[in-house]
């Protein structure tokens, strides 16, 4: 039985998603803005990455 935090049994998808919606609920400040804007960029192009393959379908 896989445990909650092993990661293979997730779809890259599912990753993603639950990534983004991390990030947006997290209050920022100065310091923790730029490194979260980066890793939200970047989360966001594999998202769109995903989506453009179709391969979740």
Known sequence: M???????????????QRLIRSILEVRRDTITRPVMKATLTKALREREKIRRAGWWN
């Open 2 to 16: 896989p445990r909650v935090t092993d990661t293979r049994w997730q779809h890259l998808w599912l990753r993603v």
